[in-house]
């Protein structure tokens, strides 16, 4: 028998606090409201902690039916929730970093106007995330999908008094729901196909459907369509455009949201889908080419980038890239590795970037810090512990699963040597931006106009937490600070898990995915005994493999070098190369015009269009102009009406009912004769 | 099962309003005791009608609460009433609107208040009285009568053109329901009954002489009727001039009910009538439903008015209920039935929130406001949750029906289920941008720097809509386990024209 665990709980939870918050907030006070969104989220990760902790005895997938949803003729929706090694991850990365980033957010946000305003939507977007992860069917996860698009966009627009900040929110959002229209439009091909959209059921029914290799069918219509959904919510080629203007939320919000859980989404719902992608190649090919394309097209944007957040932001699309090109090998494991990792430190990336923008006083130019190691010691050592992860760097977190990616784009049947190189180019432009990130903040004069006192006093009252050591103040710059312990404490946490996060290993990692990424797909067809692995690998050489590792970190090291030569030992010359460079520099810094392009190819017609034809043109100058000629009449006739307005109630009714009997009387004598 | 007291049930919803309305014609002209008046009548109207759902037998198929006595003997017409899972929702739906409308009209209806009343309440009756009717000259009744009421509400009571708008919408639908009058009498001088179920049964058995000649012409005479009323493209233009001008709780009920007297039109007598016809018929009439769909999005999007917006919206949205009608599948059929309420929950809201905002700035204008989200932060609230319901959030009510219409119509034809997608990017596209210009960024009019939030009486009239959208998204069977049964009594001619197209 297995164990009821109550998993509609889990994202339950935090909804209770949204909610309590949301009707309530206003009046509480930020402890109050504070205790209210820490507890029901602290609440959820207990409860994903205990039920990691039976998880050995559980019969997987573990499947809850709480309730019905929608039920027309014989197709069903329940409410139920499924529990196997993939949903554990993820419910444990996206509980425990989103209680890491719950707690950073008090110290961040205390300042802020609209407290329980954001610990609401905060924990708004954990109940649609957890519902995601654990959703046992198409149509639950698209629950949660769209959900989080909705926290996402009221988070992102979270100061709305900013036009940018509003626009952003609205694009996120718009720009989602073009990706959410394939998805849906894969789902309604499952429920015309398979009657259902219970993941049991539908990798039962496609589990025992033949690979389809040669041609294009249903299963790989499903794939791109999903992948599509994908694209959109995790920011790939060519949707991507709505991830750096969602910047413009406050940085927790960048951290949570759009770095570690929602922005990941699209991986996860790809291996969740492995079944259908296994048998659909060229659906898995334009998921390892896109996600190939978006890593190497982000980084280089990412280079040229002067503000913080969005070399950020473009290196989370790049890394998300590098998650897609591992599953478009059906190397799903250690796409959802370096999901984990990556939760990890570019977490910790964003949060530390916070701790940075706080201590100069909300700058984000990059141009206007430099030498903040100094003043802020405990942001510095963390934020270099996640750049040494990012950049691939044994024996960091990020080393590992990037290696196992690089590895499995070249070894897997489905790789090739072209995904690999243009893996090991990325990591190189990697970790070439991140060091330049680095150096710029971290290292040389500082460059920046921090006001002396700003926000000295700014925190101190949480819990009466601050700074333990107040920042070194030299140059005279005493206005920039140390955030206080509340933020400090998940900088720690985060960095401790970007150096060992990735030492369990990729093979390990597998291991234990192994069950919910592979054998789901031998179990479920009929033919053939549970293997480990789907396809046949080709014969492992620990020689070649060793080589490629190798290679790899010297990329991640002539990154390290380069910038350091460029921002570091030589300053000046950047500004050489990107005159040598001309217009191909000035292009990257204008992020190759798409946002441009896409407003003069698509948004621009359409409102036009709109407009001039469909509104004026059709709607005025040809419907409403045919009736108001054969309606010259129609004017007199309210010109009549007119006289005929007494006000007068009887007067109105005389007139109305004898028109109606007029009217009545004629049609039944014609209709009658 | 029945009592006497379900016996009486429909009559009695149906008619409180109208017995309100004559006794609101005795009252003193005093302005609060008619409306204090109007909410008692119409709450308990609405409550009494909970009766329905509460006690409708979910398996059972047949029309359910019915009443059937003669009215009139010659010609044959007769008081017949019954409601079945579809029908019965929509009549929840008027009572569930109607005091929500009086509460938005307390304040901004200041002169001829007594008319006005008298007006909401008949109009209330008259719109019961469509869905309920089981004969057609009593159907044909009611539905013109809608038109009266409705017709002087924006006349009377409505904003600049109102007269231009009233007679606009008078004559558009008055012309189109011609049409299916004269359908109805054919009906009758072949059948000599009125009497829906007689009918659809002679029809069926093949009793009618000549019946295949004029099938496809009778079909057509209610569907113009019903096309108009949807509006369906290209009969729209009557209906964005007419929510501008009307008063709020008229685009209420014009939107949240009488748009709704098409779409079930179609539902009870184009397919209950003429199945074979409808088959025939499908494709061009799920075109102009996507045109409806896709053309009132992109409208939409463009209009510096906010009610015309949301007027363009409904269109919209109401295309997405006659594709799913003509979808003719389980699912395109509940989900037609599912949008149909929810559109007449969040919509219905959406045009108080409009009148609301209306009330203190006496414009409708986008770019009058802007920045609203820092003096209103209630309204801005109400206004987000509603406009999520709009764009079919899932959770809430809007996404349920659209999903299972375009599941149904994708089923039915792939491409028709594509471009009826589509709608999910564009109404994210007008709706949020709409209220980016509104609520977002800084008061550009130091005039909406002092705008008041809600009073308790505009919140007592927006809670009632925004739990309903919020229930009907996480409970849908509550309403589908009744709609369930009737589409499928429904759709069930159309499996055995199926199973006959096979067999030939």
Redesign the interface.
């Known amino acids: 028998m297995t164990p009821n665990l109550n998993l509609w709980l889990i994202p339950v939870l935090p909804l209770v606090g949204a909610s309590i918050n949301g009707l309530f907030g206003k009046r509480f006070s930020r402890q109050t409201v504070l205790a209210i969104a820490l507890g029901f989220c602290g609440a959820a990760f207990v409860m994903a902690l205990w039920i990691a902790a039976q998880f050995s005895s559980l019969a997987l997938p573990h499947v809850e039916n709480l309730a ?8 069903q929706v329940d409410f139920a929730f499924y529990l196997d090694q993939l949903s554990l991850v993820m419910l444990l990365v996206v509980t425990g970093v989103g209680l890491l980033i719950h707690i950073y957010a008090v110290g961040y946000m205390w300042e802020e106007g609209g407290f329980y305003r954001f610990f609401c939507y905060l924990n708004l977007f954990m109940f649609f995330m957890l519902t995601l992860v654990l959703a046992s069917n198409y ?1 639950l996860m ?2 949660g999908w ?2 989080v698009g ?1 926290a996402s ?1 009221l988070l992102v ?1 979270f100061w ?4 940018s ?3 952003a929110g ?1 694009k996120a ?2 720009v989602n ?2 990706g ?2 394939g998805f ?2 894969a ?3 499952m ?2 196909h398979f009657g259902s959209l219970n993941f049991a059921q539908v990798f039962r029914i496609v589990g025992e459907m033949p690979a389809e290799t040669a041609g294009a069918g249903l299963l790989t219509a499903i794939g791109l369509l999903l992948m599509v959904g994908a694209a959109g919510k995790s920011a790939q080629l060519p949707l991507y455009v709505w991830l750096p203007d969602a910047m413009e939320g406050p940085t927790p919000v960048s951290a949570l949201i759009h770095a570690a859980t929602m922005v990941t989404a699209g991986v996860y719902m790809v291996a969740r889908s492995h079944v259908v992608f296994d048998r659909a190649p060229q659906a898995l090919m334009v998921v390892a080419i896109i996600g190939t394309l978006t890593a190497l097209f982000a980084a280089t944007i990412g280079i040229c980038q002067t503000d913080i957040k969005k070399v950020l932001a473009y290196s989370t699309i790049s890394q998300l890239g590098y998650m897609f090109m591992a599953c478009g090998v059906a190397a799903y494991s250690a796409g959802i590795f370096h999901l984990m990792t990556h939760a990890f430190f570019k977490g910790l990336l964003f949060l530390a970037a916070g701790s940075v923008i706080h201590a100069v006083g909300g700058e984000q130019d990059m141009r206007k810090m430099g030498g903040l190691r100094h003043y802020i010691p405990w942001t510095f050592w963390t934020m270099t512990a996640a750049t040494f992860a990012i950049a691939g760097f044994p024996p960091f977190a990020g080393f590992f699963s990037k290696d196992a990616i690089l590895w499995k784009a070249f070894s897997s049947p489905y790789g090739s040597w072209v995904y690999w190189a243009i893996g090991v180019f990325t990591a190189f432009l990697t970790s070439f931006y991140m060091f330049r990130l680095w150096f710029l903040t971290f290292f040389g004069e500082y460059r920046g106009e921090a006001e002396a006192g700003h926000g000295n006093d700014h925190l101190q009252v949480v819990g009466g937490s601050r700074a333990g050591a107040p920042a070194p103040l030299e140059h005279g710059h005493d206005g920039i600070h140390e955030s206080p312990k509340i933020m400090l404490i998940p900088l720690v946490i985060l960095a401790v898990l970007s150096v060992c996060g990735g030492w369990i290993g990729a093979e390990r990692f597998d291991k234990f995915l192994s069950p919910a990424l592979h054998a789901g797909v031998t179990a479920y067809s009929s033919d053939e005994v549970a293997a480990a692995t789907p396809a046949p690998e080709p014969k492992e050489d620990g020689g070649s493999e060793g080589l490629l590792t190798g290679i790899s970190v010297l990329a991640a090291a002539s990154g390290l070098f380069l910038a350091w030569l460029l921002y570091q030992r030589r300053p000046q010359l950047p500004q050489e190369i990107a005159h040598a460079l001309g217009g191909f520099y000035e292009a990257v810094v204008h992020k190759y015009y798409v946002d441009e392009i896409y407003a003069a190819v698509f948004v621009k017609p ?2 036009d ?3 001039r034809i ?2 004026q043109g ?2 005025r100058d040809v ?2 102009a045919t ?1 108001d000629n054969s ?1 010259e009449g ?1 004017r007199e ?2 010109d009549a ?2 006289h005929m ?1 007494s ?1 007068n ?1 009887r007067t ?1 009714a005389g007139w ?1 009912a004898a028109g ?1 009997a007029v ?2 009387a004629y ?2 004598w ?3 004769r | 099962m029945s009592t006497a007291l379900d016996n009486s049930m429909l009559t009695l919803v149906t008619f409180i309003p109208l017995a309100g309305a004559l006794l609101l014609l005795f009252f003193p002209r005093r302005d609060r005791d008619i409306r204090l008046f109007a909410l008692v009548v119409s709450l308990l109207d609405f409550v009494l009608s909970l009766h329905l759902p509460v006690h409708f037998q979910r398996g059972q198929t047949a029309f359910q609460y019915e009443v059937n006595n003669l009215w009139i003997s010659n010609p044959n017409i007769h008081y017949h009433m019954g409601v079945d899972g579809v029908s019965m929702w929509l009549v929840v739906l008027t009572t569930f609107l109607t005091p929500l409308c009086v509460l938005i009209s307390w304040k901004s209806i200041n002169e001829r208040v007594k008319e006005f009343f008298i007006l909401l309440l008949v109009l209330q009756t008259a719109l019961i009285g469509v869905f309920v009717a089981l004969d057609l000259f009593l159907f044909y009744f009611f539905w013109e009568a809608t038109l009266i009421p409705m017709a002087l509400l924006i006349g009377v009571f409505g904003h600049g053109r109102r007269v231009y708008a009233a007679v606009k919408f008078f004559l558009y639908t008055m012309v189109a329901s011609m049409f299916m009058l004269a359908a109805i009498l054919w009906l009758y001088a072949k059948t000599g009954t009125f009497d829906f179920v007689s009918i659809q049964t002679a029809i069926h058995n093949g009793q009618i002489e000549n019946f295949g000649g004029a099938a496809t012409w009778l079909f057509l005479g209610f569907f113009i009727a019903f096309a108009v009323k949807v509006p369906i493209f290209p009969f729209h233009t009557w209906l964005p001039d007419a929510h501008v001008e009307a008063p709020t709780a008229g685009s209420v009920l014009l939107a949240g009910v009488l748009l709704k007297m098409g779409t079930y039109g179609m539902f009870r007598f184009n397919l209950g009538l003429f199945p074979e016809q409808s088959r025939s018929n499908a494709s061009w009439i799920m075109v102009l439903a996507l045109i409806g769909i896709i053309y009132g999005a992109l409208v939409a999007m463009v209009q510096p008015n906010m009610k015309k917006l949301i007027a363009y919206s409904s269109i919209s949205h109401l295309g997405f209920v006659v594709l799913g009608i003509f979808s003719f599948t389980q699912a395109g059929l509940d989900g037609a039935t599912f949008v149909m309420l929810a559109h007449g929950v969040s919509t219905g809201a959406l045009f108080m929130l409009a009148g609301i905002l209306y009330e203190r700035r006496h414009t409708y204008e986008i770019s009058e406001f802007g920045g609203l989200a820092t003096p209103m932060p209630v309204y801005a609230t109400f206004f987000l949750f509603i406009v999520l319901a709009s764009v079919g959030l899932p959770l809430l009510n809007g996404f349920i029906g659209e999903f299972l219409v375009l599941s149904g119509a994708f089923r039915d034809r792939a491409v028709y289920g594509i471009l009826g997608a589509s709608g999910v990017i564009w109404s994210a596209c007008y709706l949020l941008w709409m209220y980016q210009r509104v609520f977002y960024g800084k008061v550009t009019h130091p005039v909406n720097l002092s705008l008041p939030d809600l009073s308790g009486r505009e919140r007592a009239a927006l809670w009632p809509a925004a739990a309903v959208a919020l229930v009907m998204g996480v409970a849908p069977l509550l309403w589908l386990n009744a709609i369930d049964p009737a589409v499928q009594t429904a759709l069930a001619p159309f499996a055995q024209l199926a199973s006959k197209m096979v067999g030939r």
């Not at chain 1, 019905?68 to 197709?75: C, L, Q, T």
């Open positions: 019905s949803w929608i039920r027309a003729g014989d197709f149509l698209f629950v769209e959900g909705l966009y627009g709305f008094t900013k036009d900040a509003a626009s609205k959002f718009i729901r073009i959410d229209f849906l439009i789902l309604f091909l429920i015309k359409l409102i269009g709109s407009t469909l509104w059709v709607d419907i409403d009736l309606a129609a006739v309210s009406m007119r307005q006000g109630l109105y109305i109606a009217v009545i049609m039944v014609t209709g009658t």
